[in-house]
Every structure is written in C-alpha cells, then in structure tokens.
C-alpha cells in the first residue's frame, strides 16, 4: 500500500460528491479495545463514496472560508399596495406588503404611525388570518435577528463559520416567537431597520455564538475557550507500523497519519492514529460526515456537510476537531485500498436537525431511519 499525503479537499467541489450510507443513531462512548472501533457502526466510510485524487483537490480554504450554505427555495408572492391614510386599531397604516410563508400561508405587514405624523411609523405589524377564531389577527413584528456562528474543535482551532436571518414575530410567548426567514420578508425588514421613516418601530439583534463538534457527530452550544488537546496523554498503539503520510493544506504538512496492524500482518490495518504538529499522538476512533440542517421546519432551512473526527488519548479521553481535510482525505484512501484499510475505521453520515431558540441556542436532533 502507497500512502500518499492526505490534502484539503475543496468545500464545494467534494462535499456534495459525497454519501455515506451509516445508520442514524448516537454512539455511545465506550471503552477502547484493539480496534477502536470495531464494536460500532458496521459500515464502512468509504462506502457508496466517490472522490477525485487527492493530487488534484484545490487545498484552499478548507478552514478558513464561509460555506456556501444551501438553502431550500420556495416561490413567493409579493405583491405592494399602498394604502395611506386606511384606518388601524392603533394608528394609521402608511404601508401595506403582503407576503406568503409556506408554514403560515398569505399575510400582510403593516407599517402604522401611532403619533399622528404619517411620514413615519412606529409600529410593524402583521396581520394573518387565523381559521380557528375565523378573523385576521394581528401581531406585532418584534425584531430581525442575525445568527452568527463559529465553530471551534477541542485544539481551539477554527472551523466553519455561517450565518442567517430570521424576523421575529409576536406570537404570544416572549420567548417563543414565531419565526420567517424567506428571503422576501428578511429583506423587506431589514430594509426598514433603515428607513428614515423608522421611528425605533423596529431593529436588529445580532447573536454570535460558537459551537464545538461532539463525540455523536452533532453540533453542541458553547465551544470551550482552551485547548483540551495540547496537553492528551500520548496514545501508545500496540502492534506493527506499517506506514505513514502527510496531511497537508496548500502542501504545508500539518500533521501525521500512521497505519498499524495490531495483529502485525503487512496486509491489513486495523488501527489509524493522527498527530498534529506539536501535539501528541492519538487514536482515531470515528469519522462523521453529516449534514447539519438549521431550522428544518422553517419556510428556508439552512444547512452544510462537513467532517468530524474523534480522537482519544492514552487515558481513553476523547477529542473532537472539525477536521473536513482527514475526514474526507481518509474516505478516498479507504476506497483506493479496500483490502488492506477497509476495516482500519468506520463512520457515518447522518442528517441532524438543529432546532434554534430565538437567542440563538442549538439542540440537535438526529433525523432517525424509519
């Protein structure tokens, strides 16, 4: 077996080349035997996986640039009607926009001035018809949020980072609001934060928040603020080295891979460790590459696949990097030798839900196979 050095691999071009077919489930941190993983998911991670050589991957970028977050479309009516001077509960509506939400169905915003100049207003408002009570109702648009998030690994290094837009809209519960995040109704509002007619009728809120990969693939909230993995107990693997290679970003080695035989055979790898430069060596115990979806449920989810890989040290401590580079480098080697590192390390690829709260807090779920 020829190792070639393991390179970045271009966010674009690859990740959606890829499908991994592992079940949907979490994964239990149990105790290490001589092959780490060997007890989990039984599926291999190259499986169903096609991918260029990694001679010819555009090395750019794999940590540092914003993914291109795909969002699910829908067609939207938008039509304007103005309506100055038309009588409101609370003031005088200046301007009139309707909308359709795929959840909600049509409504209207209203723009009302409530001082009694109608070249301002200072209040936003939506009206929706409610088929419960058989009238339109109103409520108040309360903000426009900006998510911004950054995800760190164990080792404090950077990972991906995204963003999105939601208007919050009144629905009761301070702490619940209802949310839209089409484009039309997020750029409609985000208009009006700056109109020289807002009269502090509206504004916007910006979240930022980091996240750090888990040991189950998922996302989770508050990323830690030192690194965990500098100081790992060095992880002493028994058995034959059979050889090693380079991770490389933009050809600059940034790490080491070594393959092992824990039975000393030079036809089969049951062991693959990674040490990063200046830190210990570790144990790879799983790969994920899952497709994180935020707010499934809304008008237009958000969501990105990307690589995680799980570590542990030598006191079977486990650490997690959002590592796409290893992930997906790993996979394509895997395919290219099936026979001699087919069972070296497992993995899979899930599609996870994240619901959000209206200040911005995670909570993944795992979307099961029926």
Not at 104 to 114: D, R
């Amino acid at each position: 077996m020829t190792i070639r050095p393991v390179s970045s691999v271009s966010l674009v071009k690859t990740y959606n080349q890829l499908n991994f077919e592992g079940k949907k489930k979490k994964h239990s941190n149990s105790g290490h035997s001589s092959n780490p993983v060997s007890n989990r998911l039984a599926v291999p991670l190259a499986a169903a996986l096609t991918m260029a050589p990694l001679n010819v991957m555009d090395a750019k970028g794999t940590h540092t640039d914003d993914f291109s977050i795909n969002k699910n479309t829908i067609e939207l009516v938008d039509d304007v009607n103005s309506v100055n001077e038309a009588a409101d509960e609370k003031g005088v509506v200046i301007e009139s926009k309707n909308f359709v939400s795929k959840n909600y169905g049509p409504y209207k915003i209203n723009l009302i001035s409530t001082d009694g100049d109608a070249s301002t207003f200072e209040k936003v408002v939506q009206l929706l018809y409610n088929e419960y009570v058989e009238k339109e109702l109103s409520h108040d648009v309360l903000e426009l949020a900006q998510y911004n998030y950054q995800v760190i690994s164990d080792d404090q290094s950077k990972g991906s980072n995204f963003g999105f837009k939601q208007v919050h809209v009144d629905s009761g519960m301070k702490s619940l609001p209802t949310d839209y995040n089409q484009d039309d109704i997020v750029n409609y509002i985000e208009k009006l934060i700056d109109d020289p007619r807002n009269n502090n009728a509206i504004k916007k809120v910006t979240h930022n928040r980091t996240i750090r990969p888990s040991t189950d693939g998922t996302f989770q909230n508050v990323a830690g603020k030192e690194d965990i993995m500098k100081n790992a107990v060095p992880y002493k693997p028994q058995g034959k080295l059979i050889e090693s290679g380079d991770v490389e970003i933009d050809g600059v080695p940034v790490g080491k891979l070594r393959y092992y035989s824990t039975h000393g055979s030079d036809k089969d790898v049951e062991l693959i460790t990674y040490q990063k430069n200046g830190y210990p060596e570790l144990g790879i115990q799983w790969l994920y590459a899952n497709n994180h979806v935020f707010n499934p449920y809304s008008d237009k989810p958000s969501s990105f696949q990307t690589g995680t890989i799980v570590l542990f040290d030598g006191n079977n401590k486990r650490y997690c990097l959002e590592d796409p580079t290893i992930v997906f480098g790993l996979a394509d080697l895997m395919k290219k030798n099936p026979d001699v590192l087919g069972k070296a390390v497992l993995g899979s690829s899930d599609t996870v839900n994240y619901l959000l709260t209206n200040i911005g807090v995670i909570s993944p779920v795992h979307d099961e196979e029926k």
